[in-house]
T-cell receptor
Framework: QSVLTQPPSVSGAPGQRVTISCTGS?????????VHWYQQFPGTAPKLLIY???NRPSGVPDRFSGSRSGTSASLAITGLQTEDEADYYC????????????FGGGTKLTVL | QVQLQESGPGLVKPSETLSLTCTVS????????WSWIRQPPGKGLEWIGY???????QYNPSLKSRVTMSADTSKNQFSLKVYSVTAADTAVYYC????????????WGQGTMITVSS
């Protein structure tokens, strides 16, 4: 059972907007510690997609954005494209777990 | 650009020790933190711990009793040992650069699959 809770799956049609939620608690997202998002394609390593709640590393399209409110965070993808189909993970820090980086369970995005 | 490459045995017998190494190229391990993360087949990501280039460490409390990490600046490598492995330790193991101030993992290795089986 993951410390951060994500929906197992979301879906959307090309061109649509989808959001993926990440729910934590007062010892992680609500503390507030930074939230990061990773994108993972099958058989490959995760890639940092969003860091520090809503910052994109160089090369990440501005279709991807992050936000947070209280003990939750969200990843939004606008103008959905078929190549966005992947697993997405949120990650933060938890002060109750001795320096632990904690992950959500992951969300499978299907582009219909 | 900085690249990370994991290396390991592929197959480990139950109760034995798993040893992995991450080699960093295109940059120095000095002045950075480095994390290990694993992913069991079909499951999510689990942070194992991190090491600073100077040798200080922090481990996931759930694995702390069975894990040690070390760093070798002369070889630009850092390593992971997991003791007394069981089938539950079967996973893809990743190394990653850890931006300690924000705790983001910004550069990842490609991962190496470790199977625990007799």
């Amino acid at each position: 059972q993951s410390v951060l809770t994500q929906p197992p799956s979301v879906s959307g049609a090309p061109g649509q907007r989808v959001t993926i939620s990440c729910t934590g608690s007062s010892s992680n997202i609500g503390a507030p510690y930074d939230v990061h998002w990773y994108q993972q394609f099958p058989g490959t390593a995760p890639k940092l997609l969003i860091y520090g709640d809503n910052n994109r590393p160089s090369g990440v399209p501005d279709r991807f954005s992050g936000s947070r409110s209280g003990t939750s965070a969200s990843l939004a993808i606008t103008g959905l494209q078929t190549e966005d189909e992947a697993d997405y993970y949120c990650q933060s820090y938890d002060s109750s777990l001795s320096g632990s980086r904690v992950f959500g369970g992951g969300t499978k995005l299907t582009v219909l | 650009q900085v690249q990370l490459q994991e290396s390991g045995p592929g197959l480990v017998k139950p109760s034995e020790t798993l040893s992995l190494t991450c080699t960093v190229s295109g940059g120095s391990i000095s002045s950075y933190y480095w994390s290990w993360i694993r992913q069991p087949p079909g499951k999510g990501l689990e942070w194992i711990g991190y090491i600073y280039y100077s040798g200080s460490t922090q481990y996931n409390p759930s694995l702390k009793s069975r894990v040690t990490m070390s760093a070798d600046t002369s070889k630009n490598q850092f390593s992971l040992k997991v003791y007394s492995v069981t089938a539950a330790d079967t996973a893809v193991y990743y190394c990653a650069r850890d931006r300690h101030s924000s705790n983001a993992l910004d550069i990842w290795g490609q991962g190496t699959m470790i199977t625990v089986s007799s």
